[in-house]
Every structure is written in structure tokens, then in C-alpha cells.
């Protein structure tokens, strides 16, 4: 489920190149694909400082939505949420990828679906059948990871309230959004918060 390809060939050349990159930790594919560990169930950036993973321990994703609708956590050290973020996917269609961005600038937090493939010019069906086939997810559990992922990067980057990142990040209450993020993340976000504020207090600035 976690890589959508035609044919197996084209899959194990895929999966060895990610390899390669992986075992280089090289920067070029950072953002391009996802890293997660079935001993760990942690998923990883290729860039990973780590120690690297066996290859049969290992399962690819090209986004970190799909490595956590597949049950994994993001990283604490290499923070996938920070990846660089790019939709240009070999096969991609323009539909699917305007779907993206429409979905990450909030279209489903204040319309429906319908409404979203109608600004398309597709039916919510085949949205919804695009969705299926290149993330194997729906399109509102894609905006509810992507969502999840823009709140855990307010949770390190800024200085505001719990409550605030959780209105800003879309949810309509902090009590959605604590259990969306402990349901997906296995963590409250306020205990996402303590260690990093405990970084933040003792790491010296560079
Ligand atoms: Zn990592």
C-alpha cells in the first residue's frame, strides 16, 4: 500500500534507488520520499542522522501523510514535518496536484468536497478515486494529516498557545485537535511541547 507504481519492475528499481539514497542520506531526495521503520514504527527524512535501519525493516513512502495513515510517528530527530515540500511526482496528474495545494491551503476546513472537485472540474468520485490511488487515503484524511503535520511544526517553531495552534492549523476546537493529534501521533500536543521547550531552554544558540 505504501508506493503505487504499475508494473514490480518498476517498483524494485524505485525501491533500490530510495535505498541508495537513504544509505548516502542524500540531500537531493529529501522531501521526496519518507523512510519508516516497522521495528520502530518511527518514520525518518532520507536525511536522517540515525542510525540506518536494515533494508527488510524498512518500508517507503512518498508522503508523510501516508506514513502516518500507515501507523507511524514522525521522527524527533530529523522531524519529517520539516521536510521540503514538493508535489512534483513522476505521473502525477494536474488534477491530483491542484487537489494538493487546494486541500493544504485549507479548501476542505470551509467547503465540501463536492465543492472542491466542482472548483476542479472533476466529480468528488473520481477526486476521491485519485486520492485512493496515488495516496491510498482519502482526500479529508489527507487534509487531516496535512493539518496534523502543519500544527507539530507550529508546536517547534513558534511560541504560541496550544489553543492557537490548534485554531490556526484548522481544527474548530482544542478538543478535536488533541484528540486528532493523540490519535495519530500517540502524543498530546502539549506533551509533543515539553521536551522540545526543555531543548529549546538548553540548547545554546548557534
Ligand atoms: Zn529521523
Redesign the pocket.
Given at each position: 500500500m505504501s508506493l503505487h507504481w504499475d508494473k514490480g519492475e518498476k517498483m524494485d528499481h524505485q525501491q533500490r534507488q530510495y535505498q541508495l539514497a537513504r544509505q548516502a542520506r542524500d540531500a537531493r531526495f529529501d522531501g521526496q520520499f519518507f523512510v519508516a521503520v516497522k521495528t520502530t514504527k518511527?518514520f525518518?527524512?532520507p536525511i536522517?542522522?540515525?542510525n540506518l535501519p536494515k533494508e527488510e525493516n524498512v518500508e517507503y513512502f512518498i508522503d508523510a501523510a501516508q506514513a502516518l495513515h500507515a501507523g507511524y510517528r514522525p521522527?524527533l530527530?530529523?522531524r519529517?514535518d520539516s521536510a521540503p515540500h514538493s508535489w512534483a511526482w513522476r505521473g502525477s496528474s494536474t488534477s491530483f496536484e491542484r487537489a494538493l495545494a487546494l486541500i493544504e491551503q485549507g479548501a476542505l476546513q470551509h467547503a465540501t468536497l463536492e465543492a472542491l472537485a466542482e472548483r476542479l472540474g472533476i466529480s468528488d468520485r473520481y477526486l476521491r478515486q485519485l486520492f485512493q490511488k496515488k495516496l491510498g487515503m482519502s482526500p479529508k484524511q489527507y487534509a487531516l494529516y496535512h493539518q496534523l503535520m502543519f500544527a507539530k511544526q507550529l508546536l517547534h517553531s513558534s511560541n504560541m498557545s496550544i489553543m492557537d495552534i490548534g485554531f490556526a492549523s484548522g481544527f474548530n476546537s482544542t478538543r478535536r485537535f488533541n484528540d486528532a493529534f493523540q490519535k495519530a501521533l500517540n502524543l498530546t500536543p502539549a506533551k509533543y511541547d515539553e521536551p522540545l521547550i526543555y531543548r529549546w531552554k538548553h540548547t545554546p544558540s548557534n
Open positions: 518511527i525518518c527524512r536522517c542522522p540515525a521522527c530527530r530529523c519529517p
